[in-house]
């Protein structure tokens, strides 16, 4: 794009610099610019990045602006009323480049990324695919999401988060997504959306753009979104575990870290195997299945898809380790890190996953759980009661929410269960509790970090 086209998307004012200036890439991270880049300055809470304006300059990059440029500057400076809502706007002019590029986006409180994953990997054999980076769903990293999209695409699968009221309206201006995909409706970021109804409700705005050909598919094992199936004015198609749904799974067994099952809908049934663990991984295949074929893919494609799948990093990752202790005999240990983030739905998830692994000991390092506001005590609990009905042996419990989970996990049996006021006092117990065929699941809200016992434990260990 040229400055001026930037210019007229984003609403903004060209202070100085050549219009005709071509930008190649746009970053707002101060250290990624060089010649060809546009800065965004994002104002955030701690730091103001219009303080790297001048060494972005240096680089030579053109930058957006919300303050007057120094006097003499020769590089384009581009004033706006807010730099996020700039790179929407920006980010949606470049998106509608591409009228024919199909859309999908992926919502829900739990499983986005790992589902977004499952979908593209579905997609990459029949279709040349662009999707979300990592976990860039938020009202910044979206938006630069976009400016991905290549000519040759076909299909898009794109992530999206929501945290307060008014920002899915937002993300669907920019994406402007023709199918989406809905995994739950759980208590992530209830704090702010105050019920899971409102949850629902700001999620489904991901459908803002649907004309009578969008197509909504949605996890109907969730009773919330059960309530919308051939409610709204498009096509809903159900995918799920129970038999009541349009794509569901029946005789699910683990192969290995792997999973097999069959596909019942669209009128068939059919084999399909994915390397992942779990009812979740199941019921993600199943959307990747429903939305490959709804876009004309043969089940063989979209299996040979599938086999590329991978779980995204401290998302689920087993690791099989070697620990030889001094005066110990060597152990064989499944490390499951699961650590980059953490909801209840998603831990009890986690926990499931763990015991299905499991060969002998079973070991949950859990941490605190945030923005759970009113509810975080009654959460936290029942994360805790949900593992000692699943028989886990030991709990390590994290930080001061997660009392809680110990809580929850003593009263209801769990035979075994330690409190940690941080990471490093939970490797210290963990270390302790080690024996050989024990596996481990690790996880915790980001803000915990609890990624620092995994990368600690597979120091010491020998990664098979």
Do not use: W
């Not at 903004?12 to 990624?32: A, F, H, K, M, V």
């Not at 986005?112 to 040349?128: C, D, P, R, V």
């Amino acid at each position: 794009m040229t400055v001026k086209e930037i210019v007229n998307a984003s609403g903004g004012q060209l202070l100085c610099g050549d219009p005709e200036t071509t930008i190649t890439n746009l970053q707002y991270d101060s250290r990624l610019v060089g010649e060809g880049s546009l800065f965004v300055p994002i104002r955030g809470e701690k730091v103001d990045a219009h303080k790297f304006i001048d060494q972005c300059m240096e680089k030579g990059a053109a930058t957006f602006t919300e303050y007057d440029a120094p006097e003499g500057s020769v590089k384009p400076f581009i004033k706006v009323d807010d730099t996020r809502t700039a790179l929407q706007r920006t980010a949606a002019a470049y998106r509608a480049r591409f009228p024919q590029l199909t859309v999908i986006g992926v919502t829900g409180s739990v499983g986005k990324t790992s589902t977004k994953e499952m979908i593209a990997a579905g997609l990459s054999k029949g279709l040349n695919v662009m999707k979300t980076s990592g976990n860039k769903n938020s009202q910044i990293g979206m938006p630069m999401t976009m400016f991905d999209i290549e000519p040759e695409h076909q299909a898009a699968v794109i992530e999206m988060g929501v945290s307060e009221f008014g920002e899915m309206d937002r993300l669907c201006d920019v994406s402007r997504p023709q199918m989406a995909v809905m995994t739950n409706i759980g208590s992530a970021h209830i704090e702010n959306l105050l019920t899971r109804e409102n949850i629902r409700s700001e999620k489904l705005k991901i459908t803002k753009h649907f004309d009578s050909d969008g197509v909504l598919f949605l996890n109907g094992d969730d009773s919330l979104l059960r309530e919308l199936y051939g409610t709204l004015p498009f096509r809903t198609i159900s995918f799920g575990m129970g038999e009541d749904n349009d794509y569901y799974a029946k005789d699910a067994a683990a192969q290995g870290f792997s999973t097999v099952f069959t596909c019942v809908g669209g009128g068939k049934e059919k084999r399909f195997v994915i390397p992942a663990l779990g009812v979740h991984s199941v019921c993600n295949a199943l959307a990747a299945i429903a939305s490959a074929r709804h876009l004309g893919l043969d089940d063989d494609v979209i299996q040979e898809g599938l086999n590329t799948y991978k779980n995204a990093p401290m998302r689920q990752q087993i690791y099989s380790l070697e620990y030889k202790l001094q005066g110990r005999d060597e152990m064989k240990i499944t490390l499951i890190d699961d650590s980059y983030n953490a909801s209840p739905e998603a831990a009890k998830v986690s926990v499931d996953v763990l015991k299905s692994v499991s060969k002998g000991k079973t070991i949950a390092v859990l941490a605190d759980m945030l923005e759970l506001g009113e509810q975080s005590e009654k959460l936290h609990y029942g994360v805790g009661e949900h593992l000692a009905n699943a028989g886990i042996d030991c709990l390590i419990a994290v930080g001061e929410l997660s009392k809680n989970t110990a809580e929850g996990a003593l009263t209801n049996g769990c035979p075994d269960v330690i409190t940690a006021g941080n990471n490093s006092q939970a490797y210290d117990e963990l270390i302790k509790k080690l024996e050989d065929n024990c596996s481990i699941l690790v996880k915790g809200s980001r803000g915990m970090h609890t990624d620092e016992i995994c990368k600690k434990l597979r120091e010491v260990c020998t990664v098979k």
